[in-house]
């Protein structure tokens, strides 16, 4: 008889499987009461065990295919940041920091899609540094090459101009300056475009920063996210600007206070680095963290979207600790 292509270690057999659950079929050794198979985690292909077969047919030890847990997904959001039609990311908001990763902004939103991502984040960098609507054709040409919906933010800060992004093929938009400095007109926007209005909060040292992070206010981010919770907007996209770009980890502790402050969905954005910088988010679904928006560690290959997907996304494998530890992550 054939075995099964996956695998999910039970707690009796994890100490022998370095904490790792679900393993994938690789090879064979041997034969007869002598045949073996070699499996590799899913999170860490490198890691592999040679496990005999008489070994994974004890339902007690391992059981064949990937369990699902009923615990809440996470959705993964590639972002593109556009600096005069180019792909970019800045480190910590700094536009003498730029980093180029792609020419063509739309084949690129189109090899997100293609790997599986469900939604797409774009920045207009230009507009939210001077409020000019820079990457309009690169906007317009991205959304009518995509299916999956696409949201923008940056220099969105009339009720004009998101009217006319909402018109051309944007899923949602994003109001960050304005949030802070005409809240009554986001709360408009949001109950004329249900569904489709998202305040991004920027923060540094728990204080929002506006107009692409020059300026700086001295209003808590927690307290305008409590502003909005009953205005009908679709979520509070939290950036902290400490930790973006710069692949050292997500401020969880920021996250945790803005989902609880919020009675609307959160989604994390900042300093995603490696794919346990994503597991370690997955505490904080229950709290309302819905999505988080990855760049600079999906351009530079830290994070495999198809990998990520498969961790923390609806069909993950892995199991959650609280908090989670390297052990008993996969």
């Not at 792909?87 to 920091?97: A, E, K, N």
């Not at 540094?204 to 209003?219: C, H, M, P, Q």
Request: charged residues 20%.
């Amino acid at each position: 008889m054939r075995p099964s292509p996956a695998y999910t270690a039970q707690a009796a057999a994890l100490a022998s499987s370095g904490g790792y659950r679900h393993f994938r079929w690789v090879g064979e050794r041997g034969r007869g009461s002598q045949r073996c198979l070699e499996l590799a985690a899913v999170l860490d292909p490198a890691f592999r065990l040679v496990v005999p077969l008489r070994e994974l047919r004890n339902r007690q030890l391992w059981q064949p295919g990937w369990q699902q847990l009923p615990r809440p997904a996470m959705q993964i959001i590639p972002a593109i940041d556009l600096l005069d039609g180019h792909c970019v990311r800045l480190h910590q908001g700094d536009y003498d920091q730029v980093t180029r990763f792609s020419d063509d902004p739309v084949a690129q939103a189109l090899s997100w899609q293609a790997q599986g991502a469900e939604r797409l984040h774009l920045v207009d960098l230009d507009g939210a540094r001077s409020g000019q609507p820079t990457n309009d054709a690169a906007v317009k040409a991205i959304t009518a090459a995509l299916a999956i919906p696409v949201q923008l933010g940056g220099g969105v800060r009339s009720a004009a101009r998101a009217e006319e992004l909402l018109a051309c093929g944007l899923d949602r938009v994003i109001l960050g300056t304005v949030a802070l400095e005409q809240p009554e007109l986001v709360e408009a926007l949001a109950a004329r475009h249900p569904g489709r209005i998202v305040v991004g909060i920027d923060a540094k040292d728990g204080k929002v920063a506006t107009r692409g992070w020059i300026e700086a206010s001295n209003t808590e981010a927690t307290d305008l996210a409590r502003r909005f919770s009953s205005s009908g907007i679709a979520a509070i996209i939290s950036t902290d600007i400490a930790t973006d770009g710069t692949l050292a980890g997500p401020n969880l502790e920021a996250l945790r206070a803005m989902a609880e402050a919020s009675s609307v969905p959160v989604i994390a954005s900042g300093g995603i680095g490696c794919l346990e910088h994503l597991l370690s988010l997955l505490p904080l679904a229950p709290l309302g963290i819905e999505a988080v928006i990855v760049g600079r560690a999906l351009y530079d290959g830290r994070v495999v979207l198809a990998e990520a997907l498969q961790a923390i996304g609806p069909n993950r494998l892995q199991d959650v600790g609280e908090p989670p530890l390297s052990a008993d992550i996969a």
